[in-house]
């Protein structure tokens, strides 16, 4: 599992048992409205709207998960997933005639 790029972070808004329960200072609209499990509202939204260079979490679960592990580039990605699979070379798209 992982994400094509990350989106400028989290935004968190508020603290106490501030927004979310008080009409006097809701979210913005862009934001979501949350609470903690002690009962503390906040606003949870994306602190901006662009693309970063940010790295990104990748997890894997099953054959080949060792090797997913620590910083990889977005390229060697292809190579593990062939790997698990063990395949001797990426499959090759072919078009059903």
Do not use: K
């Not at 979310?20 to 609209?29: F, G, K, L, V």
């Not at 060792?66 to 190579?79: E, F, K, W």
């Amino acid at each position: 599992m992982t994400s094509d790029h990350e989106t400028a972070g989290l935004a968190v808004l508020g603290r106490g048992n501030g927004y979310e329960n008080d009409p006097d200072r809701p979210c913005p609209p862009t934001a979501r409205p949350m609470t903690t499990p002690a009962g503390q509202g906040f606003c949870a939204m994306a602190a901006g709207t662009s693309h970063t260079a940010v790295a990104v979490p990748l997890l894997a679960s099953g054959p080949g998960a060792p090797a997913v592990h620590g910083l990889l580039d977005n390229t060697d990605i292809a190579r593990l997933i062939v790997q698990a699979f063990g395949w001797d070379e990426p499959a090759r798209h072919r078009s059903a005639r």
